[in-house]
């Protein structure tokens, strides 16, 4: 009786799950792809100029989807090298005095706020690379800099758990081998643990793109399509957060299709997931 009850309640759980995500498909779609079409694709898409409030209102949102992509690209870039060494240093390198505070501090930055994150950023990294790269300050760069900060502890946690979750004998059978310490590890530990390492990419790579405050107290929030990195740009979430307190009619509906942008991005990114993750079993099998 109790398995079956367990068995109900994980059903309910599981369908619960799939409910929310379907609830929240609907609600999006319903709601921004008709502004869309009344707008139209091609001008909403391909459109460089967001002006919502003029006689002739304007909604295009290229300038915002180049935004998101440089963020947070630079943000991959920065963050992903850091967070696999460091996963790879705290599983096989880190001495066992010195584990446990790191392992803290990396647990410590998961649990910041953003928006402290952000003052960080407003008052650190914005003057640091306006006196001494250029530019206002508020970036690009700046952006990227801070998200690649803030997904590290999502990329080490996820990816050390899958260096540990690789089984002793492939590491000692290469070392038996005549590997290395370090052959060994990138080689055969690494390799196996390939899918729980992009796992963490992933998670990262949503944490950074889906990111808003702390994005906003940085990245200039200027609607217009960059030239460098050191210009200011504004995302696709900052730009729903900064105009939906004051939308109406139109313009709201476009800033719900704007959501709709987003959420296809990150489906995307787990749809390619998926691929690679079902490419490498094959490869494997």
Same mark, same amino acid.
């Given at each position: 009786?109790?398995?079956?009850?367990?068995?109900?309640?994980?059903?309910?759980?599981?369908?619960?799950?799939?409910?929310?995500?379907?609830?929240?498909?609907?609600? $999006?779609?319903?709601?921004?792809?008709?502004?869309?079409?009344?707008?139209?694709?091609?001008?909403?898409?391909?459109?460089?100029?967001?002006?919502? @409030?003029?006689?002739?209102?304007?909604?295009?949102?290229?300038?915002?989807?180049?935004?998101?992509?440089?963020?947070?690209?630079?943000?991959?870039?920065?963050?992903?090298?850091?967070?696999?060494?460091? /996963?790879?240093?705290?599983?096989?390198?880190?001495?066992?005095?010195?584990?446990?505070?790191?392992?803290?501090?990396?647990?410590?930055? /998961?649990g910041i706020p953003s928006v402290v994150y952000g003052f960080f950023g407003l008052v650190v990294l914005v003057p640091f690379? !306006? %006196?001494?790269?250029?530019?206002?300050?508020?970036?690009?760069?700046?952006?990227?800099?801070?998200?690649?900060?803030?997904?590290?502890? @999502?990329?080490?946690?996820?990816?050390?758990?899958?260096?540990r979750a690789v089984p002793k004998p492939f590491y000692e059978g290469s070392v038996a081998l005549g590997a290395t310490h %370090?052959?060994?590890?990138?080689?055969?530990?690494?390799?196996?643990?390939?899918s729980g390492v992009m796992a963490g990419v992933i998670l990262g790579i949503g944490r950074a793109i889906g990111e808003t405050?702390?994005?906003?107290?940085?990245?200039?929030?200027?609607? !217009?399509?960059?030239?460098?990195?050191?210009?200011?740009? !504004? @995302?696709?979430?900052?730009?729903?957060?900064?105009?939906?307190?004051?939308?109406?009619?139109?313009?709201?509906?476009?800033?719900?299709?704007?959501?709709?942008? $987003?959420?296809?991005?990150? $489906?995307?990114?787990?749809?390619?997931?998926?691929?690679?993750?079902?490419?490498?079993?094959?490869?494997?099998?």
């Amino acid at each position: 009786m109790k398995e079956k009850v367990m068995h109900v309640v994980f059903a309910l759980a599981a369908v619960t799950s799939i409910v929310a995500v379907a609830l929240i498909c609907v609600f $999006l779609f319903a709601s921004g792809v008709p502004a869309m079409m009344e707008v139209g694709l091609g001008n909403f898409l391909g459109g460089t100029v967001w002006k919502p @409030t003029a006689d002739i209102p304007q909604f295009g949102i290229l300038p915002m989807i180049v935004g998101s992509i440089y963020v947070t690209a630079g943000a991959i870039v920065i963050g992903v090298p850091i967070g696999i060494l460091t /996963a790879i240093f705290l599983a096989f390198y880190c001495p066992k005095k010195l584990y446990k505070p790191l392992k803290s501090a990396t647990d410590l930055l /998961a649990g910041i706020p953003s928006v402290v994150y952000g003052f960080f950023g407003l008052v650190v990294l914005v003057p640091f690379i !306006r %006196e001494n790269i250029g530019g206002r300050g508020q970036s690009i760069l700046a952006a990227s800099l801070l998200l690649g900060l803030m997904i590290l502890p @999502t990329i080490i946690g996820v990816s050390e758990s899958a260096l540990r979750a690789v089984p002793k004998p492939f590491y000692e059978g290469s070392v038996a081998l005549g590997a290395t310490h %370090e052959e060994a590890i990138f080689r055969t530990v690494l390799p196996a643990a390939k899918s729980g390492v992009m796992a963490g990419v992933i998670l990262g790579i949503g944490r950074a793109i889906g990111e808003t405050m702390a994005v906003i107290m940085i990245v200039g929030n200027q609607p !217009r399509l960059p030239s460098s990195i050191l210009d200011g740009v !504004r @995302t696709l979430t900052s730009n729903i957060v900064m105009e939906m307190s004051y939308a109406s009619g139109l313009h709201r509906e476009m800033l719900i299709a704007t959501g709709v942008v $987003l959420f296809v991005f990150i $489906l995307i990114i787990n749809i390619l997931f998926s691929i690679l993750k079902r490419r490498d079993k094959y490869a494997g099998s």
